[in-house]
């Protein structure tokens, strides 16, 4: 699905500022995983997630990646062609835009996801034309009853106001249309950034109870970033803890479900022989 090979990000190298970001990550990332990640502020999840979609460009490695989302060959469909015998290509260099047609990604504030002065109907047409390169299509009364149907998994009576703009809408309910039109557009890969994290509980369990139903129902390869340690035992099939740049811990599922939060912490100290940064992710805040 996606495979990394000893990948550095340094930010402002040769200065006083010197900071290694990400120091030789390797990382292989198969289809159906979902994966937890955990680890202090600067631990280098969110830039690793960065290299990852493209956001920023990497000093040194390589990223590959198998777009094995939909059915018969996504690639050729949208003309992007594969330079490796195993349907591997290379993505390091490529441009942003030309991820996202297969990487999805959620953001920590749900203002991010959608365009709060258009219209619901208009937001889900955005998601329904990606990937339909030199396309036009127009909203009809079919695809306004496709979105109904679509929306009423949500549970929030969205499929009542396509019309009204999303601006008027909850957090919660913006995350939630979030999570859905990233599911809509069948990413290869799905990336989590603490997309529950400005959450009031209720509405925070509600997107993760949906996160799962979508990873399950759609087979959705997903790496979820968080801060806290019970959710990141409790949900997914794999566990990353990151420090100082560096993967410390890769567990997979049939220990992860022997461990408790305190072990890990535990693990985390005989490893790097000091404390966490931070005890947030201890207490599960």
Not at 109 to 119: D, I, Q, V, Y
Not at 196 to 212: G, S
Request: proline share 2%; net charge neutral; glycine share 8%.
């Amino acid at each position: 699905m996606i495979r990394i090979e000893n990948l550095v990000k340094v930010f402002s190298p040769g200065t006083a500022d010197e900071t290694w970001a990400l120091n030789n990550i390797t990382l292989k990332v198969n289809k159906g995983d979902f994966i937890t990640i955990i680890g202090s502020n600067g631990a280098g999840k969110s830039t690793l997630y960065n290299a990852i979609s493209g956001t920023i460009p990497v000093t040194s490695g390589r990223i590959f990646i198998r777009d094995e989302a939909g059915s018969g060959d996504p690639d050729a469909a949208r003309g992007i062609p594969r330079n490796r015998a195993n349907g591997e290509r290379e993505i390091t260099r490529e441009a942003e835009y030309r991820r996202f047609r297969y990487i999805g990604r959620i953001f920590q504030n749900p203002l991010l996801g959608t365009a709060g002065r258009m219209s619901l109907e208009d937001n889900m047409m955005i998601c329904h034309r990606k990937g339909y390169r030199g396309l036009r299509i127009s909203l009809n009364k079919r695809m306004r009853e496709d979105f109904r149907e679509q929306l009423r998994v949500l549970d929030m009576g969205l499929e009542n106001r396509l019309q009204d703009n999303v601006e008027l809408f909850s957090g919660g309910q913006r995350q939630a249309l979030t999570l859905l039109m990233t599911v809509m557009s069948r990413p290869s890969l799905l990336l989590l950034d603490e997309h529950t994290a400005a959450l009031d509980p209720r509405n925070a369990e509600l997107i993760m109870d949906l996160t799962v139903k979508f990873a399950r129902d759609y087979c959705l390869t997903v790496m979820m970033v968080t801060h806290n340690m019970n959710q990141a035992l409790e949900f997914g099939s794999r566990l990353l803890m990151m420090d100082g740049g560096e993967i410390i811990l890769d567990i997979d599922e049939a220990e992860k479900a022997k461990l408790s939060a305190a072990d890990i912490v535990q693990r985390f100290r005989n490893i790097k022989k000091k404390e966490l940064a931070s005890d947030e992710i201890l207490l599960g805040t």
